[in-house]
């Protein structure tokens, strides 16, 4: 199995930036196609961004397009989510999630890490 770590959640006001990275053990990085998901204060999580195992393919909620960039290095073993023109409707817990090749839900998740969007 893989292990997984995310950092980098903060306060920040409307219009800036973070950058959320993801650290993976355990388990070869490269074999876990990966996502970021946010969950919200009262609602269900959902997902933001995923990259498959290589990062050839990367797709985007639409609430999001345009302003959040997910990417990985799998020499590095980590997960990065660059977030601009953040909004306060991006407050949420972010979670970084792996999901093995050949499987179809991600099975591996971090602890979560906050992000607060002041307006």
């Known amino acids: 199995q893989v292990q997984l770590v995310e950092s980098g959640g903060g306060l920040v006001q409307a219009g800036g930036s973070l950058r959320l990275s993801c650290a993976a053990s355990g388990r070869t990085f490269s074999n876990y196609f990966m996502g970021w998901f946010r969950q919200a204060p009262g609602k269900e999580r959902e997902l933001v961004a995923k990259i498959s195992r290589f990062g050839a393919t990367r797709d985007y909620a639409e609430s999001v397009k345009g302003r959040f960039t997910i990417s990985r290095d799998n020499a590095k073993n980590t997960l990065s989510l660059q977030m601009n023109s953040l909004k306060p409707e991006d407050t949420a817990v972010y979670y970084c999630?792996?999901?093995?090749?050949?499987?179809?839900?991600?099975?591996?998740w971090g602890q979560g890490t906050q992000v607060t969007v002041s307006s």
């Open positions: 999630a792996a999901r093995p090749a050949g499987s179809d839900q991600y099975d591996y």
